[in-house]
């Protein structure tokens, strides 16, 4: 089902989309897709559609003068009625986990990189950027491209420097206290720690990292697009981003200090 409506007050196409991405009805569906007038489009969790209130209009209550403008009484209702414009239905923005479409607009393709992913259990909850990655999300920095090797910043100072697991050992290890968390413990939080996930290939090169959230899930940047959420780690395995290799749960003011380093 599309229908048209207006985010954030901007007049936009509404695709409503069912659990496999087929059409779906706007009751049924399970997720949205706003596609704004001026090409912009953003992606987000179906909720329910605020629809127009509609009024009695009385023009007794709005006088005019001779050349047809309002003398009074033309607040709310002049608003309403202004010109001829396109009366849409409004959708809450605060109601929509919403984020720039970039990464959605090929949406299921990227779940084929992701075989345990699904609309259910990942989502887009940021908006596109390279401006930051997945190693700048995790070190609480998203205004730098963390990457070791000559892939983008990584702290002065450091002993390894090359694209590997021994790199992130010695940021963790020797920069924060951090502990590094047993298999069975990777998705146990603890207060006052951070829980951050590296991902590496079947070469053991690592190419992805996640965030814990406070309520549990995972958050990460998908390369130089979107910022996605997946239920648990699994979600992003066996496809691009290869396995978990390590999981580190750091002392949260050493976590902040991280995006200072220099």
Known sequence: MIERAQVD?????????????EPADKD?????????????AMFGRNEPVVPPVEKDYDESKHPRDEHGRWTSGGGSDAESHHGNAERLPKIKPDLLKIADANWQDDFEANFEAFPNS?????HVVGAYTRGYNCAGWAMG???????????????EGMKVTDNSVAAFDELFNDYTAAVELPHKFWNTMHDGFVNI?????????????????????????AGGE???EHDDLENLEGGLYGHVVKVWSVPLDDWRKLKDME
């Open 197 to 221: 996930a590296l991902y590496a290939d079947d070469d053991g090169v690592p190419v992805h990292l996640a965030r814990q959230s406070d309520d549990g899930t995972w958050i990460s940047k």
């Open 28 to 40: 049924t569906a399970l997720y949205v897709k706003v596609i704004f007038d001026d090409g912009t």
């Open 141 to 155: 920095d998203t205004t730098r491209w963390w990457w070791p090797g000559e892939m983008g910043f990584w702290p």
């Open 118 to 122: 699904n609309p259910s259990n990942t």
């Open 9 to 21: 007050g901007k007049p936009a196409t509404i695709a409503y989309i069912g659990e496999n991405f």
């Open 226 to 228: 979107a910022l996605i």
